[in-house]
């Protein structure tokens, strides 16, 4: 009997050590988790992308269970993303001469050069337009100004009829000099005598100037650079899993009991029974208060996030307080839920609550434990948190279920049950064309399937329906779509709307409208992933008819700041515009082009979504591009690539 009641207490002690046992802060975020069988071997294999000056040790995890499996590092493979990229650039140099002639300076200017800044390389050509010319400096410089003067008719050579000054383009000149000559002559008796004089007469002055001592030239070489190198790195971590063996039954041994004894040997049974009550009330209460979710904070640096804290979320009722972490974060986060959680979640909208602002996500496809990130902004100046109560009062419900236990302990008794679960086919249907359509599915002909439009059902507009002439399985008259279609004065819904209780919010109005981006085809823009293939001009609305031409643009998302939305086909003649969507990376760079400009994003998610999942249409307060596409034989299921604005 002591040997059971010393079997019980362990039991218990190690209950309580594993139920508060804290695991490791995941230094990285994983891009994508999948449990498969291979060959016969069952592998965990988890993708995640970091920058190349990243540390990847903390990738080999220690072991860990998941689903009846304990997983063990096997292996990581690494795969270098690299980019090729061109821009224009401007190179200015600087050159001096002694004189400023055009000729002069051509002289000494190449007409191309090579530039190599060790990140892009190329070769650039002379501007002349940017030629810009000016004087390196000046200095002072003297010199002598002359002139003359002739006087003539003098009757003597007196230099009083001279003048001492004359006055020459603004400068007076002084004498400096008189040469006297015979004018005429005459007979004076026997004597020729001078009759007349000239002079001439030479002034002269000092002049000064300032003059450059030589020339300074700028000029700019233009033309296109290539940049190329590594991106990122994906790192492919591979887990091989080993099934968990039960623990064998254990025989319960049969106590002896004295046949005339009740001293302490009978009260031993009710002790036994009442530690185990009470152990089973222990677990109950650590299972209903247990800290189901993980929140991570960015660091800022690519897809690196530290652990801020842990939190209990109620999968009834999933209402999730980040304040209430002793650690808040700030900015973008990203939060875990594990696996029994989340498949508890599933297709269910969870409320974030942030302080005074809140936030909502829906719970997508779960395949083990399930990631969103979310972007919640800074933390008020002055916050306040409401304190919870849910920890006494957990604690007082945890004492009182313990004593009604302790109560009907005397009566108590194991009662031997088991049940099969039902087959719950809700969310896991086959997505193969025979098994859904039978043999309805009319090869090589039209089928209703083929004319699914790709964008998340939030409640068509009917005249874009009816309209929609190349869907021969739309009804005139007929009511298609979910929930109505909201109404706004200003052309851009700003209300909730959605189907049954799946509910968006669309606050945010674009600054830019359709009617500034149109063009004379009708187009608002282009997008384009050079590294894939994939270019396609962008059109207003998400009907058939707009996504024949091109990608369709999301009524109500941002048409140039903020998100913007389009939905295309990846399949179809002559319309399968993101047909290269799936092979899109992280990474890869995205650009959206209008008539205000080019932006440019890059790939931060590659998700697989349900097609009732909003998320990825809120505005997260950053300018970013999201590409929403079908998945060939999952009509429940849609391609997402999210992209971030950088400059």
Not at 25 to 42: E, R
Not at 190 to 211: E, F, N, Q, S, W
Not at 556 to 561: A, E, L
Not at 600 to 609: H, K
Request: proline letters at 4%; glycine letters at 8%.
């Amino acid at each position: 009997m002591n040997k059971r009641i010393l079997s019980l207490l362990l039991v218990l002690t190690l209950m309580f050590s594993l139920s508060i046992s804290a695991s490791a802060a995941m230094t990285y975020v994983p891009d994508n988790i999948v449990y498969q069988n291979i060959d016969g071997k069952q592998l965990a294999i988890k993708t995640y992308t970091l920058l190349p000056d990243q540390d990847p040790s903390d990738l080999a995890e220690p072991d860990f269970e998941f689903d009846g499996f304990r997983y063990r590092y096997s292996s990581i493979v690494k795969e270098e993303l690299n980019y090729s990229e061109q821009h224009q650039h401007k190179e200015q140099i600087t050159i001096t001469t002694s004189s400023k002639n055009l000729e002069d300076i051509l002289a000494n200017l190449e007409p191309t050069i090579e530039y190599d800044d060790g990140t892009a390389s190329g070769t650039l050509a002379l501007d002349h337009s940017t030629l810009k010319t000016e004087a390196a400096g000046y200095t002072d410089s003297y010199y002598t100004v002359s002139a003359t003067k002739n006087y003539s008719g003098l009757d003597r050579n007196d230099s009083s009829y001279i003048d001492r000054t004359v006055v020459k383009d603004g400068r007076t000149l002084s004498l400096n000099n008189v040469s006297w000559a015979v004018e005429s002559t005459m007979l004076v008796g026997d004597d020729l005598m001078p009759a007349t004089y000239c002079a001439v007469a030479t002034y002269t002055g000092t002049a000064h100037t300032t003059k450059a001592t030589g020339y300074i030239t700028t000029a700019e070489y233009v033309g296109t650079v290539t940049a190329s190198g590594i991106s990122s790195i994906r790192y492919t971590v591979t887990f091989i899993g080993t099934p968990i063996q039960p623990l064998p039954p254990i025989e319960p041994e049969k106590p002896e009991v004295p046949a005339r004894s009740m001293g302490a040997a009978s009260v031993m049974p009710i002790l036994g029974v009442l530690i185990l009550l009470g152990a089973i009330g222990a677990l109950l209460f650590l299972a209903l208060t247990r800290k189901n979710i993980t929140v991570y904070e960015a660091t800022g640096k690519n897809n690196e996030y530290t652990k801020c804290g842990k939190l209990h979320l109620d999968a009834r009722n999933p209402e999730l307080r980040i304040d209430r972490l002793a650690n808040a974060p700030q900015g973008k986060i990203a939060v875990e839920i594990d696996a029994m959680t989340a498949k508890r979640l599933f297709g269910k909208t969870i409320s974030i609550i942030y302080y005074e602002r809140r936030y909502s996500h829906t719970v997508g496809t779960v395949n083990g434990a399930y990631w969103f990130k979310l972007d919640i902004g800074d933390a008020p100046a002055e916050a306040h948190v409401p304190q919870s109560s849910s920890g006494v009062k957990g604690i007082a419900s945890f004492c009182l279920a313990l004593c009604m236990l302790l109560t009907l302990a005397g009566s108590a008794y194991a009662a031997d049950y088991d049940f099969d679960p039902p087959d719950i086919t809700d969310y896991y249907n086959s997505t193969n064309y025979e098994d859904q359509y039978d043999a309805a599915y009319n090869y090589g002909g039209k089928n209703h399937v083929d004319y699914d439009i790709p964008e998340i059902q939030y409640g068509l507009a009917q005249e874009f329906l009816e309209t929609s002439l190349s869907n021969p399985y739309l009804q005139p008259g007929t009511q298609y779509g979910i929930g109505p279609t909201p109404a706004a004065d200003d052309g851009y819904p700003d209300v909730s709307y959605g189907a049954g209780e799946q509910t968006i919010e669309v606050t945010y109005k674009p600054a830019v409208t359709a009617a500034q981006l149109m063009q004379q085809d009708s187009s608002l823009g282009t997008v384009a992933i050079d590294r894939v293939g994939l270019k396609a001009k962008v059109f207003e609305d998400t009907t058939s008819a707009a996504m024949a031409k091109g990608a369709g643009h999301f009524i109500g998302s941002g048409y140039w700041t903020g998100n913007v939305a389009l939905f295309g086909h990846n399949r179809g003649n002559g319309c399968a515009y993101f047909a290269q969507l799936k092979n899109v990376r992280v990474g890869d760079t995205v650009t959206y082009t209008t008539c205000l400009g080019t932006k440019t994003y890059r790939v931060e998610t590659v998700n697989t979504i349900s097609y009732t999942d909003y998320s990825p249409l809120n505005e997260m307060g950053d300018n970013r591009i999201t590409l929403i596409t079908c998945i060939a034989d999952q009509p429940t299921l849609r391609l997402c690539v999210q992209a971030e604005e950088f400059k």
